[in-house]
């Protein structure tokens, strides 16, 4: 092991962490580690500051390194799949610092959250988190030379439909779309509600086609489904935008090319797919 590991607190707080039920983020630290020219002084400031850009006293960063491993357990029990521990740090310090919409993770018994609507409460996260999120996502499928796609769900005339049955049977109506996106993409894939009535997922090793047949099924889906729904007077249609990002894009860029073919593909008919260029 390099002469910079381990230091106090490597065993107990990263090692014996993550060493075995997270080989990729374990492997992550070890390089941040080893390639910061500061020496071992401040390891977990160091950490902090790489992974989220936060900087923070060594001692205040060991007692947020501690919370951000509590945090991603919670995070996977969650999504039941494994959670970088980048994207879990990033998460968890947003929580801390955003008034806004939250993540819900914690149990009932801690504190109460801001969002309190319902059952598609588990899928928002701290506003601009899904950029985060690409960002990492592109990050790694550049390293490992990958495919990545995303798809945006926007359901069309969800408003109006809203009005028309009352808040609660539409709050009803979102989180059974929400089981049907869930269960139609994979365990693997990063979903997250959107504020408003989008939805947004990340799909790690997928091209353009596979995108494209899973953005299809879902769209099906959630007419089918919401065609059975007694509240509803017709099914809902979504519209959806689909890409594949490049080793070049930006998480940034990517969401302002998608965003904007989907607004224009609901301005012309709405209840399609659409592949931005």
């Not at 039920?21 to 790489?50: H, M």
Request: net charge positive; charged share 25%; proline share 3%.
């Amino acid at each position: 092991m390099d002469s910079k590991l381990p230091f106090i607190g490597f065993r107990e707080l990263i090692q014996d962490q993550l060493a075995a039920s997270d080989q990729r983020s374990f492997l992550l630290i070890k390089r941040i580690l080893i390639e910061d020219q500061t020496g071992p002084a401040q390891p977990f400031t160091v950490l902090i500051q790489k992974l989220t850009g936060k900087v923070l006293s060594n001692s205040e960063a060991i007692i947020r390194w501690k919370q951000i491993l509590e945090h991603k357990l919670s995070m996977q029990k969650k999504l039941e799949r494994i959670v970088g521990i980048q994207t879990a740090a990033i998460d968890y310090l947003e929580c801390r610092s955003v008034a806004g919409t939250l993540f819900r993770i914690s149990s009932r018994h801690h504190e109460p959250r801001v969002v309190q609507s319902g059952e598609t409460d588990e899928f928002l996260y701290p506003q601009g988190y899904h950029l985060e999120k690409l960002k990492e996502e592109l990050l790694r499928a550049r390293r490992y030379k990958h495919a990545l796609s995303v798809i945006m769900v926007d359901l069309d005339n969800f408003h109006t439909i809203n009005e028309s049955i009352g808040g609660k049977n539409g709050e009803k109506v979102l989180a059974i779309i929400v089981r049907i996106i869930k269960k139609t993409a994979r365990s693997v894939d990063f979903f997250c509600r959107l504020p408003g009535d989008r939805f947004f997922l990340i799909l790690p090793n997928t091209n353009l086609r596979e995108a494209k047949e899973l953005a299809e099924r879902i769209k099906v889906r959630i007419h089918q489904r919401t065609g059975r729904l007694s509240m509803l007077p017709q099914s809902v249609t979504a519209t959806l935008s689909i890409g594949q990002c490049s080793h070049t894009d930006s998480s940034i860029e990517f969401i302002r090319r998608i965003e904007r073919v989907l607004h224009e593909e609901k301005l012309r008919n709405g209840n399609t797919v659409v592949s931005i260029c």
